[in-house]
């Protein structure tokens, strides 16, 4: 499935979130849902009123920390993979590195 978002939304992909055992070995993707992940498309923006069209900031691959919560309505599985369809203000940071 291919999901191309409307306006000012970004779909992301969810990092899974890691947890790290009482021996220190990382278990990935178990734990709670992270407020971490990857734009994987972009909508094309909203025209404003002066007729200039207002485009996101962001583009796919861009790694990101999003606002916590997201109803179930937000959030779509592609490939058993969840991923969240939010708008751009939902975006708190782009993460350069890590």
Request: hydrophobic fraction near 35%; charged fraction near 30%; proline fraction near 4%.
């Amino acid at each position: 499935m291919k999901i191309r978002p409307l306006g000012k939304r970004v779909l992301v992909r969810r990092q899974p979130k890691e947890t790290t055992s009482t021996g220190g070995i990382v278990l990935p993707g178990s734990g709670e849902e992270t407020n971490r992940g990857e734009i994987i498309s972009v909508g094309p923006g909203v025209r404003l009123d002066n007729g200039e069209m207002d485009t996101v900031s962001l583009r796919a691959g861009d790694k990101v920390l999003f606002a916590g919560y997201h109803g179930d309505s937000n959030k779509i599985k592609i490939d058993n993979i969840e991923h969240v369809l939010m708008s751009e203000s939902d975006i708190l940071a782009l993460i350069e590195s890590e």
